[in-house]
């Protein structure tokens, strides 16, 4: 049940006194179930409390005669007494943990207590089927990485889905810090586990177990996230089995786009084939922040709306395609309108228009301009808005980049010009910093200082300038020494 001892005192406006003895169920320990003393035969679960609602008289009856098989589990069990004089005075000699509340008879007290624990259950229920009903919506938009992320969120905790194997499937939360723990625990495996208290539930039964979901909750309604977990179990098992008709469909896509990004005369074929007959197009690539959307299917809708080619594909949840330059506007707008608080915002990032026989080029751009919306948190990003060196760099004829590179020929016809070269790109990258560079190449301070002074005399830079630092990173770029 949700209710702890101590909560279910409280609502019965009766005391709990803790037991003596050993493993007596504490305040926090949550309710399993209330019985009568006469139904009483057993705990229940041992981690949760049974309670057993009794007279002072049947309990007098059951001392008195001393055979009773029942007494023995009374230490681990919470007996719950109508709150009288004569129940307060036998309490110094209970076995365990005392309910009183008030109430004239055990009848009318076991009433009281399942009436009370009947209305958590309710509110459980209720919980449960809410959370399926949410499971069962992100399960048909995001499949099972948005089950997995959604179920995290509603046990306040993280999950991890693994397949029969072991392999991760997907994670949430802090799941992807505790892989081995899940894998241990759904292995059985004989390793000490650092994180206690994981539920494991199968996807699937028998023969047809397709994987494993483990979750692990930072709070204590434990009945509740256990029948939630269940239930995303069963979905995940619709949705792995779940046979894909589109899978050939994205696949013949993958393939296609491929070819029309490797350029020439078979990509501008292609283009036609697939009903395209813009001369030029740009390259965008399309992510979303949830899991639990669809990126894929959300292109789908806004390119039928749009009337043009679904000119995509997707690879690791990011949709890389081609438009026409025409529609851009139109998709940066959606992609605006869609990212509007509070629903989720996406990233979307745009390549230059380029000929259809040449859009590799726009398609690297693409990329570089989507993770700098990652990055900047924006939804939109034009590669040619940019200002990065990349941009200046595509830009330049190969004589002017050979001419940039060529100021770097005082240090790199030297002797030790390899060592310089690798000094003024550390001292570069770490804008400056004399400590940070040393660290990076490994030497000391003094040693770096006389390096670069040595860089300063022979270029005749002062690098301490900003124009003389961005002119020396150009020419380490254009002699390809800047990236990475």
Do not use: C
């Amino acid at each position: 049940m949700a209710r702890d001892l101590l909560a279910l005192a409280a609502a019965l406006g009766g005391s709990l006194h803790p037991g003596p003895a050993a493993g007596s169920p504490g305040d926090a320990t949550l309710v399993d179930a209330a019985l009568r003393w006469r139904d009483f035969t057993l705990i229940g679960h041992p981690t949760f409390a049974t309670i057993v609602v009794a007279d002072r008289l049947d309990l007098d009856g059951a001392t008195l005669d001393g055979s009773d098989p029942r007494l023995p589990l009374l230490p681990r069990a919470v007996l719950a007494l109508p709150d009288t004089d004569l129940a307060r005075a036998w309490l110094p000699e209970a076995p365990g943990t005392v309910l009183l509340a008030p109430a004239t008879t055990g009848e009318l007290l076991h009433a009281k207590l399942t009436a009370v624990l009947a209305l958590d259950q309710a509110a459980e229920d209720r919980a449960v089927t809410l959370g399926t009903k949410v499971l069962t919506q992100v399960a048909r938009r995001g499949g099972a990485a948005a089950v997995v992320n959604e179920l995290a969120a509603r046990v306040d905790g993280w999950a991890v889905l693994l397949d029969t194997h072991g392999q991760t499937v997907a994670t949430s939360g802090a799941g992807s810090l505790h892989v081995a723990d899940a894998a241990a625990v759904a292995f059985n495996r004989p390793v000490r586990v650092r994180h206690p208290g994981l539920q494991v539930h199968p996807v699937g039964l028998g023969e047809d177990l397709t994987a494993y979901l483990v979750f692990s909750s930072r709070s204590g309604r434990e009945s509740t996230h256990r029948d939630l977990a269940a239930q995303a179990a069963a979905l995940l098992d619709l949705v792995l089995r779940r046979q894909d008709h589109s899978a050939t469909e994205r696949l013949g896509r993958e393939v296609m786009m491929s070819t029309v990004l490797a350029g020439g005369s078979e990509a501008a074929t292609l283009l036609r084939r697939w009903g395209v007959r813009e001369e030029r197009l740009a390259a965008f690539e399309l992510s979303s922040r949830s899991q639990a959307v669809d990126v894929e299917r959300l292109l789908r809708r806004w390119f039928d709306a749009l009337g043009v080619p679904h000119l995509f594909t997707l690879e690791q949840d990011v949709a890389k395609g081609l438009i026409a330059e025409e529609w851009l506007g139109a998709l940066e707008d959606k992609a605006e309108e869609f990212g509007t608080p509070p629903r989720p915002a996406l990233r979307l990032g745009v390549g230059s228009t380029r000929p259809v026989d040449a859009l590799g080029p726009s398609a690297i751009e693409a990329r570089e301009a989507h993770q700098s919306a990652v990055d900047a948190a924006v939804t939109v990003r034009r590669y040619h808005r940019m200002p990065s060196v990349e941009y200046v760099m595509d830009r330049l004829a190969a004589s002017d980049a050979a001419r940039l590179g060529s100021l770097l020929d005082p240090l790199a016809l030297r002797p030790d010009g390899e060592q310089l070269l690798r000094t003024l790109r550390a001292y570069l990258v770490a804008n400056g910093a004399w400590s940070g560079a040393a660290r990076t190449l490994g030497v000391h301070r003094q040693t770096l200082m006389h390096r670069v002074a040595s860089i300063e005399e022979l270029t005749g830079w002062d690098l301490s300038d900003v124009d003389a630092r961005t002119g020396a990173w150009l020419a380490l770029r254009a002699r390809g020494l800047g990236a990475g």
